[in-house]
């Protein structure tokens, strides 16, 4: 029997799923979003600890501004043997951030649990990995072989000329990544947890309001049917929700990431793409 989806609602972007079990966390959209303290963080997790079922499905969370909470999620399976976590990203999500953690820094900090084998980010095409933001990388998780980037469009050679090569691994083409990661998957029977922002996707196959990646639902689909039957746990993110920010520090992080406002006009054909993704996406797991 399938269990039960989980939404994590605090910008309401979700929309309908069967059977859902829904979260509200809008009281928590402000303090959360983009970044927090660790602090608060923690307060978060432990209102999930108290709210969540024993076991429960795929998680839905929102928009990818919400990605950093995949952390508490994966920290409550540290009861299990040790498991892989495969990312869909378009970001490498393993970025600097000192004032506590964001929605692109939270790979650090998953690569260093001791339950977790490796992490794997797939679809990445942002600068983010490129040589003029190297510094801004955590560079323990690549050295220790925790991490793993897998990339396109972007030029990863200074990672090479510091003896991190190996961690980055860099393609032409969608089909050649999904292949390529596929092979590494083998026979393998390794626990896995996923987890999907779909900023990673083509703009064609989910419309985001961050910079966007080239991967189709066809790749998704491949990587999570090679995965079927050994996902310990999976979340969703990257829907497409309006927010203004009361807070200015944060007002200013948005804008200093970039993101675009959603045009109005064009919010509800957005959400309706991405909904009807999310309920083949939340078939197709198992």
């Known amino acids: ?125 942002s600068n983010d990995v490129g040589a003029a933001h190297a510094w801004e990388n955590y560079l323990t998780p690549l050295y220790h072989g925790k991490l793993t980037n897998w990339c396109m469009d972007v030029d990863t050679r200074w990672a090479t000329r510091i003896g991190l090569g190996r961690a980055f691994k860099v393609f032409t083409t969608p089909d050649e990544l999904i292949d390529a990661f596929l092979a590494t998957l083998g026979s393998s029977a390794a626990p896995t947890y996923l987890t999907i922002d779909k900023d990673a996707l083509s703009p064609e196959a989910a419309r985001t309001n961050w910079d966007q990646g080239r991967l189709l639902e066809s790749h998704l689909n491949a990587v999570i049917d090679a995965l079927a039957g050994r996902l310990v746990g999976s979340d969703i993110n990257g829907e497409v929700s309006a927010y203004e920010y009361s807070t200015p520090w944060k007002r200013w992080l948005s804008h200093a990431d970039g993101q675009a406002p959603v045009p109005e006009s064009e919010l509800a054909a957005w959400q309706e793409q991405q909904h009807a993704l999310n309920r083949r996406l939340l078939a197709r797991i198992r």
């Open 1 to 125: 029997m399938s269990l039960r989806p989980v939404i994590l609602d605090f910008d309401h972007s979700v929309g309908d799923l069967p059977d859902a079990l829904m979260i509200d966390l809008t009281d928590w959209q402000e303090a959360i979003r983009f970044g927090c303290s660790n602090r608060r963080m923690d307060a978060l997790a432990r209102k999930l600890d108290a709210e969540l079922p024993t076991d429960y499905g795929t998680v839905f969370m929102g928009s990818g501004d919400f990605h950093h909470l995949s952390l508490p999620l994966i920290r409550r399976l540290r009861g299990k043997r040790p498991f892989q976590v495969v990312v869909f990203d378009n970001h490498p999500d393993n970025m600097r951030f000192p004032f506590g953690i964001h929605c692109g820094s939270w790979v650090r900090r998953v690569a260093a649990l001791p339950f977790v084998s490796h992490v794997h980010v797939l679809g990445i095409t």
